[in-house]
């Protein structure tokens, strides 16, 4: 391994540019090489630059959760594992998202199927309260959890991306391996949904 | 006139407002939507709350706290023990389907034995043997370890990066070094893992290594370290006070120093490690945080924070003391990329070190205001000069002077102007050589080696172009890679040296530590050729078993 990441620095510069993939700078590729090699460091550098967007993006899909941690390490082992596949046909950033739209898939299904009747209640018992504002940013942001957490997960994903990750209807639909129409139907659905309930909300 | 202002202007009602909500948002609305928008809000208590928790529902819910430090650390360690889990997951479920499938074949053979013996009683069970499934399975079992993944290198704690980082030195002073297995002590400055460094009473020695953590040992300890390798750098301190720095990159190791009751793990600090008599441990920590381990239980103790002093035995926190301190003291060079690290006033506390009751005034940043905590030992760790001892550095740590410049003043003027100048010269020279007696005698010490760094640029600045102050940028160079960890200023610093005297005494030190500084920096493609060029120019050379040591493949270069 060692001989093989020394190997790697000697590589020409102007080889890697020309080899490099369209979406990774010559740095970005090089490190890939090197994590893909088995370089801890290269591997710590990726987890230093990426960790940040991955457990954020876990806590606005899943809400205040004590699996995060622990999703967030299934992430970068996955990541990890997976980095021999990875060709550079899209940024790391994106390839994350898609790796953890995959990991989470199953698990926001399984919630939303179970809360389902739960929320039905709430939704009763809310339509007997008085109206509700949220006074303070606690309050502001449980209730932020709360309606997104009623939101279909397949609209959940698409409208998190979209606007809170703030990637585009096309990097959305290489997430999500869905055509951009399927994405731009999700997104409109998504929207309308969350007015509804904000509507039936306050 | 206000009844038909109010007429001719459209119906915009609570449906409106709703459906325009998130047009108004992000902006896109038209001005006369966005007016109409907010002329209904301002009506219409209901659609304000709903667009004030729309807006929130839009704007997100903001970020998660993210582990820092210590927890970063211990999350990617996770990350990479749960990656080779997951790597081995196929191996094991193949294992599991085809152990499964044997099992279900020898069942069914079984079956059709019992079967056929009843229908045949005659037939042998030797017979039956050489044909039947059980063969196959037994024929087909090695495809299994065959089927086994290799070990992957990725997240390996047994190796590190490069095998020539695996080193450590001694950069002053003087200890008893016995190298892995061996019974007696070695006089190499340079040690490997496994080596043992025990200092007598009157010893303190200073070390630096993987060249990333510099340790200074105070007398009577016994040090043994114990791995290296890219995620894990381990010590193990017997008895003693022993006080670390590491300035720790992202992708550096950790640190972990194990005792007799405790395991202290560092993800890059400044912090002493104490056993005494008792085999009590005591971890006082001066910059950055370190975590305390159970060694049964490998459970978190305590993390220590900067300023406290944390006794295992007790379980009890304490304010860092002026022992700590001054054990410390001779690390206080500090690396922020902010200023020359090594021209720091000399024996000042830095001002990143937390120690309670000590003012914050640079000038009052001294030992001797360091409060005294009540009940607490008055040994005093002496400066000592090396002398030579056992495991001192080979190389000479006392320099012997310059002799004096001897070029020939070349002037053909009048006989009176050629004597002022010659007497300006010596005087310039005499001067020269005496601040140089002075860094040297600090250079001499262990406990004032790294104040001579701050000599020596004085010198430099006084005596930039002087050759006989060439030493001085050997000597600093030697300086800033030791105290300072820093390689590339040392380089410079050696090859301003190599410039101004290619054939000077130092010349050949300074080429070995222009080697080493790329080796400790993990620069190996430059190692080896400068590995090359040392032992080209210097075939019988005083490290050409240290270059040798850690490339073995340059030995076809002698």
Redesign the interface.
């Known amino acids: 391994?060692?001989e093989h990441?020394?190997s790697l620095?000697?590589v020409d510069s102007q080889t890697l540019r020309e080899h490099a993939p369209v979406f990774l700078t010559t740095e970005e590729h090089m490190r890939l090489l090197r994590a893909r090699?088995?370089?801890?460091?290269a591997?710590?550098?990726i987890?230093?630059e990426y960790?940040?967007q991955v457990?954020?993006h876990l806590?606005?899909l899943l809400?205040?959760d004590c699996e995060?941690?622990d999703l967030?390490?299934?992430v970068?082992?996955?990541a990890?594992?997976a980095l021999r596949g990875f060709q550079g046909n899209a940024s790391v950033g994106t390839w994350l998202y898609r790796i953890t739209a995959n990991t989470t898939h199953n698990l926001i299904r399984q919630r939303f199927r179970r809360d389902r009747v739960k929320v039905a209640l709430r939704w009763f018992n809310q339509s007997q309260d008085v109206?509700r504002?949220?006074t303070n940013p606690t309050e502001?942001?449980d209730?932020?959890?709360r309606?997104?957490a009623q939101i279909r997960p397949d609209l959940r994903e698409v409208f998190v991306l979209y606007?809170?990750e703030g990637l585009t209807l096309q990097e959305i639909s290489e997430v999500l391996d869905k055509p951009v129409s399927t994405i731009g139907d999700r997104l409109t659905r998504a929207?309308k949904h969350?007015?509804d309930l904000?509507?039936a909300?306050? | 006139m206000a009844q038909d202002e109010l007429s001719a202007r459209p119906r915009y009602g609570c449906q409106e407002c709703q459906e325009d909500a998130e047009l108004v948002m992000s902006q896109r609305a038209t001005a006369q939507v966005t007016t109409l928008h907010a002329d209904h809000l301002r009506r219409c208590v209901h659609c304000r709350n709903m667009q004030r928790l729309l807006g929130d529902v839009y704007q997100g819910p903001g970020h998660p706290s993210l582990p820092a430090g210590n927890r970063e650390d211990r999350e990617f360690h996770a990350v990479l023990r749960r990656m080779h889990h997951e790597r081995e997951q196929p191996w094991q479920s193949r294992w599991t389907l085809r152990a499964g499938v044997g099992a279900l074949a020898v069942s069914a053979a079984v079956l059709a034995l019992t079967v056929a013996r009843s229908l045949h009683p005659e037939l042998h069970l030797g017979q039956t043997a050489e044909n039947s499934t059980p063969v196959d399975i037994a024929e087909d079992a090695p495809a299994h370890v065959d089927d086994v993944p290799p070990e992957s290198d990725i997240g390996d704690d047994t190796r590190f990066r490069h095998a020539a980082q695996a080193y450590g030195r001694v950069l002053g002073g003087s200890a008893n070094v016995f190298p892995a297995g061996g019974a007696f002590p070695t006089n190499s400055n340079t040690f490997s893992v496994g080596t043992e460094l025990q200092l007598d009473n009157g010893q303190t020695v200073q070390v630096g290594v993987i060249g990333r953590i510099v340790a200074n040992f105070a007398p009577g300890s016994d040090v043994v370290w114990e791995s290296a390798s890219p995620s894990l750098v381990e010590l193990r301190v017997e008895r003693g006070m022993t006080a670390f720095r590491y300035d720790r990159e992202s992708t550096d190791p950790v640190l972990q120093v194990r005792t007799p009751t405790a395991l202290v793990r560092v993800v890059g600090t400044v912090f002493t490690v104490e056993v005494d008599e008792d085999h009590d441990t005591l971890v006082s920590v001066l910059r950055g945080q370190v975590d305390v381990i159970d060694l049964e239980t490998n459970r978190t103790m305590a993390e220590v924070e900067s300023g406290y002093r944390y006794d295992v035995a007790k379980a009890t926190f304490d304010d860092v003391g002026k022992l700590e301190v001054q054990a410390a003291l001779p690390l206080s060079v500090e690396v922020d990329g902010s200023a020359d690290p090594l021209v720091v006033p000399a024996e000042r506390i830095p001002i990143s070190w937390n120690v309670p009751g000590l003012p914050t005034d640079p000038e009052s940043r001294t030992l001797a205001n360091v409060p005294t905590r009540p009940g607490s030992p008055t040994y005093v760790i002496a400066p000592i000069r090396v002398e030579g001892a056992k495991g001192s550095p080979s190389e000479p740590p006392s320099v012997p002077p310059e002799p004096e410049d001897t070029r020939a003043v070349e002037d053909e003027g009048d006989d009176l102007i050629d004597e002022l100048m010659r007497d300006a010269a010596a005087t310039h020279r005499k001067e020269l050589k005496a601040a140089l007696e002075q860094c040297r005698d600090l250079y001499e010490s262990n406990e004032t080696r790294y104040r001579a760094a701050k000599c020596f640029s004085d010198i430099l600045a006084k005596y930039h172009d002087h050759p006989a102050a060439s030493e001085a940028w050997a000597l600093l160079g030697i300086l800033r890679m030791d105290f300072a960890l820093d390689y590339v200023a040392a380089e410079v610093a050696l090859q301003n040296y190599l410039q101004r005297s290619p054939n000077g005494r130092l010349a050949e030190i300074a080429m070995y530590r222009m080697w080493l500084a790329s080796v400790e920096d993990g620069r190996i493609s430059q190692a080896l050729q400068r590995g090359r060029e040392y032992l080209g120019r210097y075939p019988n050379g005083r490290f050409v078993g240290k270059v040798i040591q850690r490339f073995p493949e340059l030995k076809s270069e002698i």
């Open positions: 391994m060692t990441v020394e620095t000697r090699a088995g370089d801890p460091r591997l710590r550098e987890y230093n960790h940040a457990r954020s806590f606005r809400g205040p995060i941690d967030t390490q299934i970068f082992a996955r990890f594992n109206r504002v949220a502001a942001r209730e932020v959890h309606i997104l606007h809170y929207r969350i007015r904000v509507a909300s306050v």
